[in-house]
């Protein structure tokens, strides 16, 4: 068998350049040849996420920066609107419950996306709301919600919009200034393209007229403290090294291909997925499939989790599958990262193998053929 691949939507595939920055000797992080790339990555990650405002660093996984959004920006008893629409939405509702916020969930069927005219209609009734969270795409589902219009009427009251961007941000475009996101949080082994351990986040100046007072205890994730380290080219604790050289590459990589362009590339492996899923017979879950990864049913009669097991034992393939409620029923396959065309055509190619091993009428040669023409006739 050839080369094992990882089309999970997080941990990602590296770019090999990524690898070989990753295995160079350690550097400290108070010298000048750091002190040059912290400067740069700080700037350019103002550039990833299309904002004017300061983006900072944690050494968390993507969590913590969700954390870090709640613990600058809460009160104790603040209402907050919690749009859950799977497992993240569940996970960022329980957090600011758990910090003492008075959390009103807007369950939203899973696999749906919000309907913004029921987000309006909330705030209209509870104009007291001080936070609304929102995943940019609930990766647990691949369905992406329209930010765009959220920030619009969320924008128009008191209430902070904060948005989990971890699979978005520098996967498909979202503006945080121009879409009135007021908290954006991106992760480091998801949209962009790294090893787990970096989070990032930013605020709007809207909300960091909440931050400067928000009386949350607050240490490791204290942005004013972090806002005046970066001030002095330093991070608040210590720097993660070879992350932070490795993240100086891939914004720089970005930066040259273009940041609509390096979006059109992910687009690109979506629609790919989609129309060889169509000629597969497979169905799509979502309602509102989301650039950064696309969940397919898996056919009526065969159980999702043996299917995915079976793809990555026998054909090296890795996706994952579903939770919960989609225990079984769905595969999820990752548009982000370090992805060739190969890696598209024999990911199909494999899964309609593994498909045909569970007696589904399928013909891989077929896909795989079909799969190498879809991709020569839609180049970006
Ligand atoms: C992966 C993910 C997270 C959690 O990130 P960790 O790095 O595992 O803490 C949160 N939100 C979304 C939408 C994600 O995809």
Redesign the pocket.
Known sequence: MSNAILLA??PVQLHPEVQKILAQPMIHHRTPEFDAILKRVLQDLKFLFQTTQPVFMHTS???GG?ESLLVNLLSPNDEVLAIVSGK?GE?WADMAALYGAKVHRLDVTWGEAVNPDVVQQYLDQHPQTRLVLC?A???STATAHNIEALGKIISKTSALFLV?G??ATGAYNIPMDTWHIDGLVA?S??AVMLP?GLSFVCLSEKAWKVAQTAPLPRFYFDLRKEYKANQNGETLFSSSVPLIKALDFVLTRIQEVGLQRHFLQLRRRADFTRELARQMNLQLFSKSPSDSVTALCVPEGIDGAKLRTHLEQKYQVTVMGGQDQLKGKILRIGHMGYIRDEDMVETMTRLAQALQDFQFNIDPQQIKVASENWLKSHTV
């Open positions: 939507p997080g996984t993507g969590s969700m993240f996970r995943q795409t609930e990766t989990d971890i699979t992760g082994q998801k787990t």
